[in-house]
């Protein structure tokens, strides 16, 4: 017979639970079978979520002076935080409430009731035994250091570092190009206002540039993180720039009296010359250019140095080297974006075999006026001006061969490109679309603008791209070759120049990134927000947010949108001064350990440490998030978790089995 | 290497010089060809469309046969349509037990009984390509095609679909082994944009315009890249382009010449090997006047008409032999 | 086209669909529920500007429950196999597979009209059936007398060529186990029929 006086409630959750489990039959069982387990009060209710469910739990524990509260409905996940504050508002420790599921783990999946109602007694019989094992507990409270680390520096992470600047807190950005900007530095225009892209992008990266809350690292890259919410500390590797920041008044001789021209595969995405020393775009934030060392005649060669000799100032130093600074920081905004789908992996649309096929950031820069064409829009030769034009959406999106998602923008970005080629060419436009995908504000309307400017929709996926000519008249021409599935019949368009929307992809290095800050990436490599409706900027990692498309594909105003809201949740963290944190923790008995050190490598979060000279392992409770993994594998069984000690779990079992009703003493000694 | 060997219905009959040419330069190249005991037909893309499980019982057949040899589980086949087949049967018997065991059952109504999985099927292409290797015939090239411009020709059944884990030896959309295979032989190989599109397989007979359409898309492509001959690897390729060529001239009132070769016939040119050995001068389509480019003579051909055999079914008079 | 008519479902009583039908007679997971009517089967198919159906249109009649419509047209007898469409679909449907699944309805039903196509691969497998081997131009010939005795005059000039450079047989070789293999064959019927 247990001492504690234990209160159960069966949720009807409407018709969720009730609907496949007799909820009065399992509270009426739960009331007699456990009465000599300590149950004493029984009851069953439609919502216990609801305020009255919650009250009546508080009027148990005041007067029926319940020790233990056991609440049957949904998964933790969704509300032990709900029962856990009923609970303390009734006078309760919260950590002496159970919450088991019988509705994911027993209703939504038993079509039978009377099996159901077994499964349920069975589970809540379970949490019964071991919420007896339960301890009265504190939440941990670390105080949160109000830096935080912003790294990628797009629109999304320039979003970000200026609400949490402007909010009075110190950030640091790290970005790995030689300018902040991202891919909307790239844009000519852009949807559906088609507003220029520099206009509206460079104040706020002049802002970044020179805000005094603002250390800007770019030509940098994260290297590593550890610590925990609050107390991170980030190292950060500064490529050598080869330029001092200190002197370089950003003049651009030295850009300009570079022998050495490469094709620049970032910024103007292959279509467009830099020189080894530079800036990619003239209002390139910091304004300070780089030398590029695997391009640089000095560093290849040993000669040149034409760009030292005309610094005006002295800035150019060869022998600059990579730096690594250690930075603590409170919190972390990833804000990383996205790549652009290799179309070559395409055969069939020719991109990289025939010179008139365009990949949709090519023609961004085609069209801007900064760019190597100065917005001409004109073929690979440079000045042929199209008299068609073929845009095909879904470009390795949609696609099981490719990516099955859908990249959210290209619609609308190809619908911004026939505005464009009509506008800046007079040509025939085509779209070819699988679905017109348009649904944010403003976005139906501009497809009405293209519709009534006489681009022609043609429904159906391009099947291919050839120069082969089959019939007179395609001569000379790219075909495109489609069902126009509205009229089922098949067709081939020749035209002048070709533009595939490929799709958006997660950054190549996602991996590296992930494990990095310790948070977890979808199959396709889009990193994972804490739940997809609710939390969109939070990761399962405390004080990890997200932003942008580094997320998924999405616009800019939904990545501004993101941005903010990251660093709304940063601001109010920092606002506490302090971060409680769930006391469920892991710890190592020293006595037991045998210094093996196979717990050290399991744990996810890096939370155990070895202590070299008593030769025993420890876990830093401010880093453990009581996965539980180290318990599991400790061989000598020396570490125990707080609320899933090995003999709560084996109560659970117990009770799980029903073996409670037999007349074993289960009883904590 | 030791390979098991499906020759398949045309090579017995129509495409007799691809045969005779694989025979030619297997030697040379270090290959050893053990045909299939008493194979059947694969039944080409036509019996599946009317019975299922016998079409597979037919093709099981064959594996069944071939899986009889001990000294080597590799089985090759020269036709597409034959090795696409043999490979189809091969895998989906694998990975459907149902399959496997009803197939099993029709064979063993025949005595005969076969595993999925047993047998590797590849493609004449593939071996000469990846187990012989570029750097082995390279090294065999003893007159190389110098000045030849040719247009390889891969067609559908080689490539495409991707099946099993393996999914196929070079890419559906846009192979390259054969471009390199020829460039190993010393030929100009133009990039032909139609290198993997369809023949028209049995179309001629179904919807003559259609396949007509089919092989004139083809043979203007190559035209068009001024290509002196297109290379192919696959009787019902060689067969529907070459013999049908002036056919579809006629259908459309053109006169193009655009003689069809295998690329077993162009390696053995290549290793210096004489033209009539290699069944060269059986092709419709003249191909002297293009291998005269690399200096090979092509004898006349001699006039085959042979007497029907006794058992001889009846063949439908053509108008002109009255 | 007839109209579409959706049979109301009745719990337990439903008629299996024909996008049912025809999923079951195709081995393997076709995919053809699928289809998202995108049209690349349609763009890449060679012999598509001759289909009365292009695939994917046919795969829209074959949900919309047009069984008459889709097994009395050309489309399935003018695939040739090529397999652009199933390695160029983004949705992995089996559309050469589903195309070989047609014939074989349109057969069973006695559909398709135009006997030439069905009449082809009969035609062929009767030489299989019977001597184990093909014999493809002979059969070339005879089909082409049947179905369509003008066109055999623009044939002619390539018969006598096959003829003269000796690559026309006149009959086809006959296997030595022939006995076995109609065994086989046989068997394989029986249990085709029974599934
Ligand atoms: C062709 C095209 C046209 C488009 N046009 C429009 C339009 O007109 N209107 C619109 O609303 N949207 C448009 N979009 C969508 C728009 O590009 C995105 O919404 C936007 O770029 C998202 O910004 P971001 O900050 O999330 O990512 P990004 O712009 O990709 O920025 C990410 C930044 O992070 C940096 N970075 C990446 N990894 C690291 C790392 N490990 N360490 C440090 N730094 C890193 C990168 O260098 C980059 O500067 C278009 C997209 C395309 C493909
Ligand atoms: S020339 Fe000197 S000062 Fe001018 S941008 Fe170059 S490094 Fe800076
Ligand atoms: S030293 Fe390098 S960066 Fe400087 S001018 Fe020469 S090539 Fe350009
Ligand atoms: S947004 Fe439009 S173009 Fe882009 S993947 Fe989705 S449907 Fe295709
Ligand atoms: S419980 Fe999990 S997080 Fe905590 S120390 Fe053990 S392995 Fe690490
Ligand atoms: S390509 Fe595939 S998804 Fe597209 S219409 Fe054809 S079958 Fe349907
Ligand atoms: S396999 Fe058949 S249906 Fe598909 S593209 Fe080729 S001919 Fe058309």
């Not at chain 1, 606002?575 to 710890?587: D, G, V």
């Not at chain 2, 691809?18 to 059947?40: K, R, T």
């Not at chain 2, 299922?52 to 594996?63: D, E, K, Q, V, W």
């Given at each position: 017979?247990?001492?504690?006086?234990?209160?159960?409630?069966?949720?009807?959750c409407?018709?969720?639970?009730?609907?496949?489990?007799?909820?009065?039959?399992?509270?009426r069982?739960?009331?007699?079978?456990?009465?000599?387990?300590?149950?004493?009060?029984?009851?069953?209710?439609?919502?216990?979520?609801?305020?009255?469910?919650?009250?009546?739990?508080?009027?148990?524990?005041?007067?029926?002076?319940?020790?233990?509260?056991?609440?049957?409905?949904?998964?933790?996940?969704?509300?032990?935080?709900?029962?856990?504050?009923?609970?303390?508002?009734?006078?309760?420790?919260?950590?002496?409430?159970?919450?088991?599921?019988?509705?994911?783990?027993?209703?939504?999946?038993?079509?039978?009731?009377?099996?159901?109602?077994?499964?349920?007694?069975?589970?809540?019989?379970?949490?019964?035994?071991?919420?007896?094992?339960?301890?009265?507990?504190?939440?941990?409270?670390?105080?949160?250091?109000?830096?935080?680390?912003?790294?990628?520096?797009?629109?999304?992470?320039?979003?970000?570092?200026?609400?949490?600047?402007?909010?009075?807190?110190?950030?640091?950005?790290?970005?790995?190009?030689?300018?902040?900007?991202?891919?909307?530095?790239?844009?000519?225009?852009?949807?559906?206002?088609?507003?220029?892209?520099?206009?509206?992008?460079?104040?706020?990266?002049?802002?970044?540039?020179?805000?005094?809350?603002?250390?800007?690292?770019?030509?940098?890259?994260?290297?590593?993180?550890?610590?925990?919410?609050?107390?991170?500390?980030?190292?950060?590797?500064?490529?050598?720039?080869?330029?001092?920041?200190?002197?370089?008044t950003?003049?651009?001789?030295?850009?300009e009296?570079?022998?050495?021209?490469?094709?620049?595969?970032?910024?103007?995405?292959?279509?467009?010359?830099?020189?080894?020393?530079y800036?990619?775009?003239?209002?390139?934030?910091?304004?300070?250019?780089?030398?590029?060392?695997?391009?640089?005649?000095?560093?290849?060669?040993?000669?040149?140095?034409?760009?030292?000799?005309?610094?005006?100032?002295?800035?150019?130093?060869?022998?600059?080297?990579?730096?690594?600074?250690?930075?603590?920081?409170?919190?972390?905004?990833?804000?990383?974006?996205?790549?652009?789908?290799d179309?070559?992996?395409?055969?069939?649309?020719?991109?990289?075999?025939?010179?008139?096929?365009?990949?949709?950031?090519?023609?961004?820069?085609?069209?801007?006026?900064?760019?190597?064409?100065?917005?001409?829009?004109?073929?690979?030769?440079?000045?042929?001006?199209?008299?068609?034009?073929?845009?095909?959406?879904?470009?390795?999106?949609?696609?099981?061969?490719?990516?099955?998602?859908?990249?959210?923008?290209?619609?609308?970005?190809?619908?911004?490109?026939?505005?464009?080629?009509?506008?800046?060419?007079?040509?025939?436009?085509?779209?070819?679309?699988?679905?017109?995908?348009?649904?944010?504000?403003?976005?139906?309307?501009?497809?009405?603008?293209?519709?009534e400017?006489?681009?022609?929709?043609?429904?159906?996926?391009?099947?291919?791209?050839t120069?082969?000519?089959?019939?007179?008249?395609?001569?000379?021409?790219?075909?495109?070759?489609?069902?126009?599935?509205?009229?089922?019949?098949?067709?081939?368009?020749?035209?002048?120049?070709?533009?595939?929307?490929a799709?958006?992809?997660?950054?190549?290095?996602?991996?590296?990134?992930?494990?990095?800050?310790?948070?977890?990436?979808?199959?396709e490599?889009?990193?994972i927000?804490?739940?997809?409706?609710?939390d969109?900027?939070?990761?399962?990692?405390?004080?990890?947010?997200?932003?942008?498309?580094?997320?998924?594909?999405?616009?800019?105003?939904?990545?501004?949108?993101?941005?903010?809201?990251a660093?709304?949740r940063?601001?109010?963290?920092?606002?506490?001064?302090?971060?409680?944190?769930?006391?469920?923790?892991?710890?190592?008995?020293?006595?037991?350990c045998?210094?093996?050190?196979?717990?050290?490598?399991?744990?996810?979060?890096?939370?155990?440490?070895?202590?070299?000279?008593?030769?025993?392992?420890?876990?830093?409770?401010?880093?453990?998030?009581?996965?539980?993994?180290?318990?599991?594998?400790?061989?000598?069984?020396?570490?125990?978790?707080?609320?899933?000690?090995?003999?709560?779990?084996?109560?659970?079992?117990?009770?799980?089995?029903?073996?409670?009703?037999?007349?074993?003493?289960?009883?904590?000694? | 290497?030791?390979?098991?060997?499906?020759?398949?219905?045309?090579?017995?009959?129509?495409?007799?010089?691809?045969?005779?040419?694989?025979?030619?330069?297997?030697?040379?190249?270090?290959?050893?060809?053990?045909?299939?005991?008493?194979?059947?037909?694969?039944?080409?893309?036509?019996?599946?469309?009317?019975n299922?499980?016998?079409?597979?019982?037919?093709?099981?057949?064959?594996?069944a046969?071939?899986?009889?040899?001990?000294?080597?589980?590799?089985?090759?086949?020269?036709c597409?349509?034959?090795?696409?087949?043999?490979?189809?049967?091969?895998?989906?018997?694998?990975?459907?037990p149902?399959?496997?065991?009803?197939?099993?059952?029709?064979?063993?109504?025949?005595?005969?009984?076969?595993?999925?999985?047993?047998?590797?099927?590849?493609?004449?292409?593939?071996?000469?390509?990846?187990?012989?290797?570029?750097?082995?015939?390279?090294?065999?090239?003893?007159?190389?095609?110098?000045?030849?411009?040719?247009?390889?020709?891969?067609?559908?059944?080689?490539?495409?679909?991707?099946?099993?884990?393996?999914?196929?030896?070079?890419?559906?959309?846009?192979?390259?082994?054969?471009?390199?295979?020829?460039?190993?032989?010393?030929?100009?190989?133009?990039?032909?944009?139609?290198?993997?599109?369809?023949?028209?397989?049995?179309?001629?007979?179904?919807?003559?315009?259609?396949?007509?359409?089919?092989?004139?898309?083809?043979?203007k492509?190559?035209?068009?890249?001024?290509?002196?001959?297109?290379?192919?690897?696959?009787?019902m390729c060689?067969?529907?382009?070459?013999?049908?060529?002036?056919?579809?001239?006629?259908?459309f009132?053109?006169?193009?010449?655009?003689?069809?070769?295998?690329?077993?016939?162009?390696?053995?040119?290549?290793?210096?090997?004489?033209?009539?050995?290699?069944?060269?001068?059986?092709?419709?389509?003249?191909?002297?006047?293009?291998?005269?480019?690399?200096?090979?003579?092509?004898?006349?051909?001699?006039?085959?008409?042979?007497?029907?055999?006794?058992?001889?079914?009846?063949?439908?008079?053509?108008?002109?032999?009255? | 086209?007839?109209?579409?008519?959706?049979?109301?479902?009745?719990?337990?009583?439903?008629?299996?669909?024909?996008?049912?039908?025809?999923?079951?007679?195709?081995p393997?997971?076709?995919?053809?529920?699928?289809?998202i009517?995108?049209?690349?089967?349609?763009?890449?198919?060679?012999?598509g500007?001759?289909?009365?159906?292009?695939?994917?249109?046919?795969?829209?009649?074959?949900?919309?429950?047009?069984?008459?419509?889709?097994?009395?047209?050309?489309?399935?007898?003018?695939?040739?196999?090529?397999?652009?469409?199933?390695?160029?679909?983004?949705?992995?449907?089996?559309?050469?597979d589903?195309?070989?699944?047609?014939?074989?309805?349109?057969?069973?039903?006695?559909?398709y009209?135009?006997?030439?196509?069905?009449?082809?691969?009969?035609?062929?497998?009767?030489?299989?059936?019977?001597?184990?081997?093909?014999?493809?131009?002979?059969?070339?010939?005879?089909?082409?007398?049947?179905?369509?005795?003008?066109?055999?005059?623009?044939?002619?000039?390539?018969?006598?060529?096959?003829?003269?450079?000796?690559?026309?047989?006149?009959?086809?070789?006959?296997i030595?186990?022939m006995?076995?293999?109609?065994?086989?064959?046989?068997?394989?019927?029986?249990?085709?029929?029974?599934?």
């Open positions: 017979m247990s001492k504690e006086r234990i209160g159960v409630y069966v949720c009807h409407g018709s969720n639970i009730a609907g496949t489990v007799d909820v009065a039959e399992v509270s069982w739960a009331g007699e079978a456990l009465k000599d387990r300590g149950v004493v009060v029984s009851r069953d209710y439609k919502f216990m979520c609801s305020s009255l469910g919650q009250e009546l739990i508080q009027k148990d524990i005041q007067e029926q002076g319940l020790t233990r509260v056991v609440v049957a409905a949904c998964s933790p996940h969704l509300h032990e935080q709900t029962f856990r504050n009923a609970c303390k508002e009734g006078g309760l420790n919260p950590y002496l409430c159970e919450l088991v599921s019988i509705r994911e783990q027993c209703s939504w999946i038993h079509p039978d009731k009377a099996v159901g109602t077994e499964k349920a007694k069975a589970i809540v019989s379970g949490g019964v035994e071991k919420v007896i094992w339960d301890e009265p507990l504190e939440p941990l409270r670390v105080p949160i250091n109000p830096v935080t680390l912003v790294v990628g520096g797009g629109i999304a992470g320039i979003q970000a570092a200026l609400e949490v600047a402007n909010a009075g807190y110190p950030v640091i950005m790290v970005e790995r190009e030689p300018s902040i900007g991202g891919h909307m530095a790239q844009f000519d225009k852009t949807f559906p206002t088609l507003d220029c892209a520099a206009c509206i992008l460079t104040p706020r990266m002049v802002e970044v540039g020179s805000h005094p809350n603002v250390k800007l690292f770019t030509y940098a890259e994260v290297t590593n993180v550890s610590g925990y919410v609050g107390n991170f500390q980030v190292t950060i590797k500064q490529k050598a720039r080869s330029v001092d920041t200190d002197l370089c950003g003049c651009g001789i030295c850009q009296k570079c022998p050495k021209k490469v094709i620049d595969p970032v910024f103007e995405a292959g279509l467009g010359y830099r020189k080894a020393v800036t990619p775009f003239p209002q390139a934030v910091p304004k300070y250019p780089v030398i590029d060392r695997e391009n640089c005649t000095y560093f290849l060669k040993g000669t040149c140095r034409a760009c030292e000799k005309f610094c005006p100032t002295g800035a150019i130093d060869f022998t600059q080297e990579d730096e690594y600074f250690t930075v603590d920081v409170g919190q972390i905004i990833l804000a990383t974006g996205w790549d652009l789908f179309a070559r992996r395409i055969p069939q649309y020719g991109y990289g075999r025939l010179a008139n096929v365009f990949t949709s950031l090519e023609f961004e820069r085609l069209t801007n006026a900064a760019g190597p064409t100065g917005g001409k829009v004109v073929l690979r030769d440079g000045v042929t001006v199209p008299k068609s034009v073929a845009i095909i959406h879904c470009v390795g999106s949609r696609d099981k061969n490719y990516n099955p998602y859908c990249s959210a923008i290209c619609c609308m970005q190809s619908l911004k490109f026939a505005h464009l080629v009509h506008e800046r060419t007079g040509a025939e436009v085509y779209n070819f679309y699988i679905d017109m995908r348009t649904p944010a504000k403003g976005y139906e309307e501009f497809y009405q603008r293209v519709l400017e006489g681009t022609h929709f043609i429904r159906g996926k391009v099947a291919e791209i120069d082969a000519a089959r019939y007179p008249g395609e001569e000379g021409k790219l075909i495109v070759q489609a069902e126009n599935t509205l009229v089922g019949k098949q067709m081939r368009v020749p035209v002048d120049m070709v533009i595939l929307s799709a958006l992809e997660p950054r190549h290095d996602f991996k590296e990134v992930a494990r990095l800050f310790g948070i977890s990436c979808s199959e490599g889009w990193l927000e804490r739940h997809p409706k609710l969109p900027v939070a990761t399962m990692t405390e004080g990890i947010y997200i932003a942008g498309c580094a997320q998924g594909p999405k616009d800019i105003p939904a990545s501004v949108a993101q941005g903010a809201a660093a709304a940063v601001v109010g963290k920092i606002q506490q001064k302090e971060i409680t944190m769930e006391p469920i923790r892991a710890s190592i008995n020293q006595d037991k045998s210094g093996c050190r196979i717990c050290n490598n399991m744990c996810p979060f890096n939370a155990i440490s070895f202590i070299e000279d008593r030769m025993v392992s420890e876990v830093n409770p401010a880093l453990c998030q009581g996965c539980g993994t180290c318990v599991a594998a400790c061989p000598a069984g020396a570490i125990s978790g707080t609320v899933f000690s090995d003999q709560a779990i084996l109560a659970q079992l117990d009770g799980l089995l029903l073996n409670n009703l037999k007349a074993i003493d289960l009883t904590p000694a | 290497m030791k390979y098991s060997y499906f020759p398949g219905c045309s090579l017995e009959r129509n495409a007799s010089a691809y045969h005779v040419s694989a025979m030619a330069i297997a030697e040379p190249l270090g290959m050893e060809f053990i045909e299939v005991d008493d194979w059947n037909c694969c039944g080409a893309t036509e019996y599946i469309s009317l299922l499980t016998a079409s597979y019982a037919l093709i099981a057949r064959n594996l046969q071939a899986s009889k040899e001990t000294s080597t589980k590799q089985l090759v086949a020269p597409s349509a034959c090795y696409l087949n043999l490979k189809k049967c091969d895998a989906y018997m694998k990975e459907s149902s399959l496997e065991e009803k197939i099993n059952t029709a064979l063993a109504a025949g005595g005969l009984s076969y595993k999925g999985g047993t047998l590797k099927v590849r493609h004449l292409l593939d071996v000469v390509v990846n187990d012989i290797g570029y750097d082995a015939i390279a090294a065999k090239v003893t007159k190389p095609l110098k000045g030849l411009r040719v247009a390889p020709y891969y067609g559908c059944m080689i490539v495409r679909p991707k099946l099993g884990e393996n999914g196929t030896f070079d890419n559906p959309e846009y192979p390259t082994t054969l471009d390199k295979l020829l460039k190993v032989l010393g030929a100009t190989v133009i990039d032909f944009p139609l290198k993997a599109h369809c023949c028209g397989g049995h179309m001629t007979q179904i919807s003559e315009s259609t396949g007509f359409e089919l092989i004139r898309r083809l043979i492509g190559a035209t068009d890249y001024k290509a002196d001959l297109i290379v192919t690897l696959c009787p060689q067969l529907n382009l070459d013999a049908f060529q002036g056919a579809m001239n006629s259908h009132n053109t006169s193009y010449h655009m003689p069809v070769l295998y690329f077993t016939q162009m390696i053995g040119l290549a290793f210096g090997m004489d033209a009539a050995s290699l069944g060269i001068g059986t092709e419709l389509v003249d191909a002297r006047a293009a291998l005269a480019k690399i200096g090979v003579e092509v004898p006349e051909a001699e006039l085959v008409v042979k007497k029907p055999p006794k058992e001889a079914l009846p063949m439908p008079s053509m108008p002109e032999e009255k | 086209m007839s109209t579409v008519s959706v049979s109301l479902t009745q719990e337990g009583s439903r008629k299996k669909s024909f996008l049912e039908e025809v999923i079951e007679h195709t393997g997971d076709c995919r053809l529920s699928s289809c009517q995108c049209g690349t089967c349609g763009g890449s198919c060679p012999s500007q001759d289909m009365d159906h292009t695939p994917r249109a046919i795969f829209a009649m074959i949900s919309a429950g047009l069984k008459k419509d889709v097994l009395k047209s050309n489309t399935p007898w003018f695939c040739v196999s090529c397999y652009y469409c199933m390695v160029r679909c983004p949705q992995s449907v089996h559309i050469t589903i195309m070989y699944t047609l014939k074989r309805l349109a057969i069973q039903e006695k559909m009209d135009d006997s030439k196509a069905p009449d082809f691969s009969k035609t062929f497998i009767e030489w299989v059936e019977n001597y184990g081997r093909a014999f493809e131009l002979g059969l070339m010939s005879m089909h082409m007398i049947k179905h369509n005795p003008f066109g055999v005059f623009k044939m002619a000039g390539m018969g006598m060529g096959m003829i003269s450079k000796g690559r026309m047989a006149f009959t086809p070789t006959r030595k186990g006995d076995s293999l109609k065994a086989i064959l046989n068997k394989a019927k029986e249990l085709e029929a029974m599934a």
